[in-house]
């Protein structure tokens, strides 16, 4: 069943932040400034379903590189539900990705749907929540990462993701609101985390370090760069354990958790050195 004159298509700019408005009310807590950078990551990678003039339902379906997409923002208005609208715009979704190894962060419940389309389990991410304190350890090893070459910082954030995603980093990195650091060993970029404002507090992603030791001294720089009783949350991998040894040291709570699926060959990322997934929204 559906709704005559149902149409899907790409959407505006301007639609990216009513798609953003949708994923706030759903709980989903996005940052304030997310919908510019995801526009700009791939300006063709988000639809919109309308009956009529009226949106109902999104899904971004964004391309990086040549071989990767991530889906997210699979949204239909809650008036809206059981109609049909949702599955066709997933359809319209997969087709745009067609050929590509795809991944997303779904609600464990609908795990089971994602699996009809092809998609696998590879592992769970748990958001975490917790309150910022100011650190009273020496944090001088965690740089302003404005002060690492841009060139350096692709090619190690390149480690963790499974194609190209320059033009996502440039944006990400650079808005006003955030505050992110690096950390070097042997005069080599070894960690790097950004921090930055949400609906609600203030939101760590990425977070990644080649030890837990460096995760930890940037948690710390990074929590310390906001004022002190915010509202923290970090997502994080369920598979590595010193992640999950990071959140209980900060005593964060588990506040919801998604099921992280690829349809296609689950891309080989270093896990154990993700303390922080970038967004359940574009990967």
């Known amino acids: 069943m559906t709704i005559p004159g149902y149409t899907i298509k790409t959407m505006t700019r301007k639609e990216i932040d009513l798609a953003v408005d949708w994923a706030a009310a759903e709980g989903w807590n996005p940052g304030l400034e997310d919908a510019e950078c995801f526009y700009r990551t791939d300006p063709e990678g988000f639809l919109v379903g309308l009956v009529g003039e009226e949106p109902v339902a999104c899904i971004s379906v964004v391309r990086y590189g040549e071989s990767f997409g991530f889906l997210g923002f699979y949204i239909v208005k809650p008036e809206y539900r059981g109609l049909g609208l949702g599955l066709e715009i997933w359809m319209a979704g997969l087709q745009r990705l067609e050929g590509r190894i795809v991944g997303l962060d779904g609600v464990v419940a609908q795990q089971e749907n994602y699996r009809k389309s092809g998609f696998s389990l590879a592992y769970r991410n748990i958001r ?131 099921a992280r699926m690829y349809k296609g060959s689950a891309p080989r990322l270093p896990v154990e050195r993700i303390f922080g997934v970038t967004t359940f929204e574009l990967g």
């Open 128 to 258: 975490y929540m917790g309150v910022s304190v100011q650190s009273r350890e020496n944090l001088r090893d965690a740089v302003p990462l404005a002060s690492i070459p841009f060139d350096e910082l692709a090619a190690y954030d390149r480690e963790f993701f499974p194609d190209d995603r320059k033009s996502f980093l440039q944006c990400w990195t650079s808005r006003e609101t955030s505050r992110a650091f690096g950390i070097r060993q042997n005069g080599k970029l070894a960690g790097y985390g950004l921090i930055r404002p949400c609906r609600s507090g203030f939101k760590i992603g990425p977070l990644f370090a080649d030890t837990p030791e460096l995760a930890e001294t940037l948690f710390s720089a990074l929590e310390s760069s906001v004022p002190e009783g915010s509202l923290i949350f970090l997502d994080i991998p369920k598979v590595n354990p010193a992640a999950l040894e990071l959140v209980q040291r900060h005593r964060m709570n588990v506040v919801f958790e998604t």
